[in-house]
Structures are given as C-alpha cells and as structure tokens.
C-alpha cells in the first residue's frame, strides 16, 4: 500500500538533542555529556509520569524542570545565566546534516510529510526556522492540543485526523525505540531511525524498518510508493 504521509518525531529525530553537550561542557568542564544525558532521561520520564497521572504540563515546563533536577543531581551551580544559556540553545537544537536533501526528495515525491511531536508549538516553530527546515512540513503537530504526551494514544490519533486516513496510510519515523513501540502498537508503519546504534527495546514489538540515518528513511519511503 503506497504511503499517504509521513509522520517525524523532532527531538533526536530531526533535532539533535545532545547538541546542547557543547554548551554543557562550555559552562560545566567535564561534566557536560553527563549534564545532556540526564537532561534528556528526565526530560522524558517526566512526560511519562504526568500522562501516567493526568498532570499535563506543556514540554518547555517539563524541559526546564528536567533541568533543574538534572542541575540539582550533578551538584551543580544553578544560575540564571546558565540555566537561560542551555534552554535558549534547546529552542534552537542543531538539525542532523542530512535532513534538508533527504526531505526535500520525500517532498519532491509527492509525499506530505509532517511533525507529530511532545514539542509546545512555539519550540518546534523555533526549532524549524532555526535548522532552515520549515518549508518541507505541511503540518506541525504538538501533542499540547491534547495534553497528552507520546505514546499515549490520543497523541498519535492526531495523525489520522489530520490526513483524514487510517493510521497503516502513514510512516512514522521516530529515533526513539519506546516512541516507535507506541507508534506500531497503534498501527502506524514505523521506521525506528537508530541512529546511535542501540538495542531493540524489550516489549513484544517491532518497527516494521529500522535505518540509520534520514537516507534510509527516504529509500524505504520509495520502496514504498513504487
């Protein structure tokens, strides 16, 4: 069945979330790879906890709050200064190399593509025009219309709804494991985009592709549609 649209996680996806790690370490030496992995691990297991528990607050809360802790855990000096550094650069996230040409062919091709993220409007609106990406995106989906964060179902619906078709009429392409189990036990066609080398998570499903990089997205995508 050809493709109707595609759906990219941003963060780590087409954001690269340990981009910050050069700033960490700028600001804290020798700590700054530790700094951004806990960063991120709190980041999303604090979107867990409140959509386990109906506590919603939006992404750029969670990312801060993450923060904090991940400051407070490494005994780390809480500015302002810096605090204000490290967030102002996750608006801004570097884009991964590849991305610009490997969607410029998917658009070239016909294929709507879209963003289905935990990211407030405002993050990915400044994410996009910051990596130069915007242009190749018909829509941008942030879970905040539902208030609910990936892999709660109704965060993944809103790709269906938007494109007005079943879920199995679109790819979801994501480099976090946990969001491509959500995606597949939704019924998407999913492509984990494992760009870091890491085990399938253990829980009974499996993506229906896994690549490296935006490349093998793209080729899969035309495998697809032909």
Known sequence: MPLKAIAFDAYGTLFDVY?????????????????????????????????LCHQYADFWQVTG????????????DLAPSSRNRLMGQYA???AFSENAGQLKRLKDAGIALSILSNGTPWML????KASGLDEYFEHVLSVDAVKRFKTAP??????????GCDATDILFVSSNCWDI???????????????YGLPLERL???????????????????????
């Open 19 to 51: 981009s910050v790690s050069s700033m960490a370490e700028e600001l804290f030496p020798g700590k700054g790879a530790q700094l951004a992995a806990l960063w991120r691990d709190k980041q999303i297991e604090y979107t867990r906890l409140r959509t």
């Open 65 to 76: 709050d993450a923060l904090d802790y991940s400051f407070t855990a490494l005994g780390l």
């Open 92 to 94: 801004e996230l570097s």
């Open 125 to 128: 609106d400044q994410a996009l």
């Open 154 to 163: 109704e965060a993944y619906q809103m790709g269906p709804d938007t494109f």
């Open 181 to 195: 189990c959500g995606a597949t036990w939704f019924g998407y066609r999913t492509i984990w985009l494992n760009r």
């Open 204 to 226: 009974g499903v499996k993506p229906h592709q896994i690549g490296a990089s935006l490349k093998d997205v793209a080729d899969y995508a035309m495998e697809l549609n032909n």
